[in-house]
T-cell receptor
Framework: GESVGLHLPTLSVQEGDNSIINCAYS??????FIWYKQESGKGPQFIID?????DKRQGQRVTVLLNKTVKHLSLQIAATQPGDSAVYFC???????????FGTGTRLQVFP | EAQVTQNPRYLITVTGKKLTVTCSQN?????MSWYRQDPGLGLRQIYY???????DKGDVPEGYKVSRKEKRNFPLILESPSPNQTSLYFC????????????FGQGTRLTVV
């Protein structure tokens, strides 16, 4: 696989447990946030997004929480599975800009 | 199948030898962009394009060029590659300029020696 994750913070969880991946974003004006999953050797894949007028959004087994007061975003994965092992990136943008700013990523490792 | 296709997947080249990494999408997306991914730095945007013949610089455009002559293609050009451009490159496309649900290619691992 690719060596892009050599210096990433790592979260290790047991299969079946819930995972919480955190992200601090930089721009208080950002109004749209996205979580991506990147498996080894692949490009990032969209997981879930949230706009700044919401503080919670749920998908299938995933929930994103947004705390604009402290500029914090989290991704919760329920009943973590081996297939969830990957690097997870948060990204932020604003409707007046065309730039998507990525965080540095967190590696999620799921062990049996 | 909806996809973004990059070529080549792997490339080793020498300093100064011009190269092009191709990117093509089949989703009729208007917005396309290029990123580089380096350890500890995440993904950084190089260039983006909102539509045909419309391109703009991202955060790290130095040493790169792009063109958008057709909606589906967005090649990345390195006129004179240098070792600090050794990186993993991703092309992405999305429906609109807010980057909603961007689709990424498989990546191009470039090594410049």
């Amino acid at each position: 696989g690719e060596s892009v994750g050599l210096h990433l913070p790592t979260l290790s969880v047991q299969e079946g447990d819930n995972s919480i991946i955190n992200c601090a974003y930089s721009n208080s004006a950002s109004d749209y946030f996205i979580w991506y999953k990147q498996e080894s050797g692949k490009g990032p894949q969209f997981i879930i997004d949230i706009r700044s007028n919401m503080d919670k959004r749920q998908g299938q087994r995933v929930t994103v929480l947004l705390n604009k007061t402290v500029k914090h975003l989290s991704l919760q994965i329920a009943a973590t599975q081996p297939g969830d092992s990957a690097v997870y990136f948060c990204a932020e943008t604003h409707h007046n800009t065309d730039k998507l700013i990525f965080g540095t990523g967190t590696r999620l490792q799921v062990f049996p | 199948e909806a996809q973004v296709t990059q070529n080549p997947r792997y490339l080793i080249t020498v300093t100064g030898k011009k190269l092009t990494v191709t990117c093509s999408q089949n989703m009729n997306h208007e917005y396309m962009s290029w990123y580089r991914q380096d350890p500890g730095l995440g993904l950084r945007q190089i260039y983006y394009s909102m539509n045909v013949e419309v391109t703009d610089k991202g955060d790290v455009p130095e040493g790169y060029k792009v063109s958008r002559k057709e909606k589906r293609n967005f090649p990345l050009i390195l006129e004179s590659p240098s070792p600090n451009q050794t990186s993993l490159y991703f092309c992405a496309s999305s429906k609109g300029q807010t980057n909603t649900e961007a689709f990424f290619g498989q990546g191009t691992r470039l090594t410049v020696v």
